[in-house]
């Protein structure tokens, strides 16, 4: 068993050395002398050699850090990319079916999203239609929308909303819940679906899909017009 000891004078020898870095210039003759374990084994090195190979592993993990922010940034500027060419498109678009279908092919092609569903239930009365998007919501998914302050992602088990991606629901792992919200109320959900289980998950950034709830919210705003 390790004696306590020894890690309380190793520490001393650390604490005095990184108090007294003059020592390092006044022995320079003892530090060469000085040889210590190769970090991957085998032969002795000097201290020299050890430090050098402290300052390439540095450097590597610098580089992965590096690499790892261009990449993110690249990841955010072809997201942002894609968000401006839906936008684009949701603003030439006037009529509810005309949203329907620019939004569904713009995040199936552009996003890969395969399953796309929508539900509303805060419209005008003399604007009921007998389309899916209508469809019965519960009151408790109502309620759950309106608490929502960012998108939902997660597992579709339990929820009402893996119904809505019709035949492909039991393959669907993983969802993105949506609401819509028109003048400050909430008027819908909006839900992305995936087989990957991995796609949607809870700490998952959710910015751009609060983005997407923004731009689809106001296109079917001016869209219920035409309905």
Same mark, same amino acid.
């Given at each position: 068993?390790?004696?306590?000891?020894?890690?309380?004078?190793?520490?001393?020898?650390?604490?005095?050395?990184?108090?007294?870095?003059?020592?390092?210039?006044?022995?320079?003759?003892?530090?060469?002398?000085?040889?210590?374990?190769?970090?991957?084994?085998?032969?002795?090195?000097?201290?020299?050699?050890?430090?050098?190979?402290?300052?390439?592993?540095?450097?590597?993990?610098?580089?992965?850090?590096?690499? !790892?922010?261009?990449?993110?940034?690249?990841?955010?500027?072809?997201?942002?990319?894609?968000?401006?060419?839906?936008?684009?498109?949701?603003?030439?678009?006037?009529?509810?079916?005309?949203?329907?279908?620019?939004?569904?092919?713009?995040?199936?092609?552009?996003?890969?999203?395969?399953?796309?569903?929508?539900?509303?239930?805060?419209?005008?009365?003399?604007?009921?239609?007998?389309?899916?998007?209508?469809?019965?919501?519960?009151?408790?998914?109502?309620?759950?929308?309106?608490?929502?302050?960012?998108?939902?992602?997660?597992?579709?088990?339990?929820?009402?909303?893996?119904?809505?991606?019709?035949?492909?629901?039991?393959?669907?792992?993983?969802?993105?819940?949506?609401?819509?919200?028109?003048? !400050?109320?909430?008027?819908?959900?909006?839900?992305?679906?995936?087989?990957?289980?991995?796609?949607?998950?809870?700490?998952?950034?959710?910015?751009?899909?609060?983005?997407? !709830?923004?731009?689809?919210?106001?296109?079917? !705003?001016?869209?219920?017009?035409?309905?």
């Amino acid at each position: 068993m390790k004696n306590p000891n020894e890690d309380l004078r190793a520490q001393a020898v650390a604490d005095y050395l990184k108090h007294h870095p003059e020592f390092f210039s006044e022995y320079a003759d003892a530090l060469a002398q000085i040889d210590i374990p190769h970090p991957r084994g085998g032969k002795t090195i000097s201290l020299t050699e050890r430090q050098l190979y402290t300052l390439r592993d540095q450097n590597r993990q610098l580089e992965a850090r590096l690499a !790892g922010l261009i990449q993110f940034g690249k990841d955010n500027d072809a997201i942002s990319e894609k968000m401006h060419r839906l936008a684009i498109a949701l603003v030439s678009t006037y009529t509810f079916q005309a949203v329907l279908h620019t939004l569904g092919f713009h995040l199936r092609e552009d996003f890969a999203i395969p399953h796309v569903a929508l539900r509303l239930w805060a419209i005008p009365a003399q604007k009921n239609s007998d389309l899916p998007e209508f469809a019965a919501v519960s009151k408790e998914l109502q309620v759950f929308a309106e608490t929502l302050t960012q998108p939902y992602c997660g597992s579709t088990a339990g929820f009402e909303t893996s119904g809505w991606f019709g035949a492909i629901a039991p393959h669907v792992r993983s969802q993105a819940l949506i609401a819509l919200r028109n003048g !400050g109320g909430t008027i819908g959900m909006l839900a992305l679906g995936s087989e990957d289980s991995e796609r949607f998950f809870a700490d998952m950034g959710t910015l751009y899909l609060e983005r997407l !709830g923004e731009l689809v919210s106001a296109s079917l !705003g001016r869209s219920f017009l035409s309905i």
